[in-house]
C-alpha cells in the first residue's frame, strides 16, 4: 500500500522532442501510461465530458455523451493529427486487452474538425475530436490513454492525455475531513470512502478491488492502490488515518487576460510589440503560517476573450510575464511555473531563471487569453520528487477537489473495471 501522498510529488519530467513513438513516451520506463506534450506548437490541450469545460474526461457507459478533446496548433497550415487509443489496468499500464476487445469500430482515426484562427496576431488553428464517435465506440469499462500523433505516423506523437470509461455500478460515498494525527493536521488533509456495492457482485474486496484518489486533476498527484479498511455486506470502507492523507497546498494564483484593452488584476501593464505582452504584478512567496482564502479553477484554466462570438478561435495568444521575488535563489533545484496552463510538465518553457540584479525569478509565457491558475513549484536536481508547499504553504482549509476511482477485477477478468467515481470537494 502507497504511504501518504503528503510526502512526496513524483510528476512527469519531459523535453519538448520531435519523432518520438507511442510505447517509448507513452508508456514509461515502469510500464505506466503518462500525460504529455512533445511539440512546443501544441497548446491549450483540453479534454472534458461534452458541455463542461471543467470537468474530468470520465463518462459512464450508459450516458450516450462524449468526451471533447480540443487543442491549438501554433501555425497558419493544417496538420494531418490522427489518434488511437489503449486500454490500461487500475495502475495505468497497458492491459491486456486486444483492440478489438475494448473498441467497437476503427481503431484509429483522423481528426478532422479543424478551424483556423479569426483576427488574431498568432496565427493558429484549432482542432477538435469527440470520443466516442461514428468511427470508434469503447466496448470496456476502464482506464484508458488518448493518443495523438502527426503525418499518419503513429510514430511521431504529439501529445497524450488520460481518461476514464466508467460503469457506475456502485455508489461512492467521500468526505474530505481535517487529519486527526497532529503531524498533519495543520496541512493536510484526509480523504475517507465508504463503497456501497449492493447488487454488484464482489466475492473477494481485498483481493479483487483496489482504489484510486486524485487532487485536483493531477494524475501524477495521487494515491493509489488502496484496499478496504472496514470489510460490512455490501460496504467497504476506506477510513483510515494516515494512508489517505494530501498535502493540502494553498489556493491558486491567478490571472486574467481577456482584455488587451484594460488590465485586470493582478496585470500591471499591457503592452504590444508584434504580440501583446502582460506584465504581473511581482509574486512573492507565501508565508508558511498564513492562508489566504481565494476563490480559484484548482490549477485549470477557462479561455475567454472580450468582444468576441467564439474564443476557441478569436481569443489570441499573449505573452505573460511573471516575477516571483526572493532574496536569494533556491540552489541544488530549479522553480518552475505549474498548473494546467503548462500541461503539469517541467521543461525549459515554464522553468524560470533568477536574476541577481533584481533579487526575483523571472519567466515568460505564451499562454491563450483566459483566466489562468497557477502555482510556483521547487524541483530539486536529479529528481521527479517535491513538496508543493516550498514555496506555496500548504493549509488543511484550502479548497481542492478529489476524483475517486473503484476498480474491480472479477475472477477470469483480464482487465480491471471501473466500477464507480465520484468527485468531491472540500467544505471547511
Known sequence: MNKPAVFLIALTISLFSEGISAQSSVFDETGIAREF????????????REGWQESYP??????????????????????????LVYHCNADWSRSDLTEQEYTDGYLDGRIDDIEPSFNTYYSYNHYKLA?????????????????????????????????????????????????????YRENGQEVDVSINYAGYRIDDPM????????????????????????????????????ENIFLAGNEYRMFNTRNTEVRE??????DFADYYHFQLKPDEPNPPHLYFDRDDLNGRFFI???????????????????????????????VYIAGACTNWQFNDMNRMEYNDDEQAYRAMLLLKQG???????????????FDISEIEGSHYQTNNEYLVLFYYRGYGDRYDR??????VHTNF
Open 207 to 242: 483481493g479483487q478491488t483496489t482504489l484510486s484518489i486524485y487532487q485536483n486533476g493531477i494524475w501524477d498527484y495521487g494515491i493509489t492502490g488502496l484496499k478496504p479498511l472496514f470489510i460490512n455486506p455490501d460496504e467497504l470502507i476506506y477510513d483510515y488515518q494516515e
Open 418 to 423: 471501473l466500477a464507480g467515481h465520484q468527485v
Open 131 to 183: 470520443l466516442p464517435n461514428d468511427q470508434m465506440k469503447f466496448t470496456r469499462s476502464g482506464n484508458y490513454i488518448l493518443v495523438v500523433y502527426r503525418d499518419y505516423d503513429p510514430e511521431q506523437v504529439v501529445f497524450s492525455r488520460r481518461f476514464m470509461i466508467s460503469e457506475a455500478k456502485v455508489n461512492i460515498q467521500a468526505d474530505v475531513k481535517r487529519p486527526v494525527l497532529s503531524i
Open 37 to 48: 506534450v512533445a511539440e512546443e506548437g501544441i497548446k491549450t490541450i483540453q479534454f472534458y
Open 371 to 385: 483566466n489562468q491558475n497557477y502555482r510556483y513549484i521547487f524541483l530539486p536536481d536529479n529528481s521527479n520528487e
Open 265 to 270: 488584476d493582478p496585470v500591471v501593464s499591457i
Open 58 to 83: 470520465v463518462i459512464t457507459q450508459s450516458e450516450g455523451i462524449s468526451l471533447m478533446l480540443e487543442f491549438d496548433e501554433l501555425s497558419d497550415r493544417y496538420s494531418d493529427f490522427n489518434y
Open 304 to 334: 475567454e476573450a472580450v468582444n468576441t462570438r467564439d474564443a476557441a478561435v478569436e481569443a489570441d495568444y499573449v505573452y505573460v510575464h511573471f516575477k516571483l521575488k526572493m532574496p536569494f535563489p533556491l540552489y541544488d533545484g530549479n
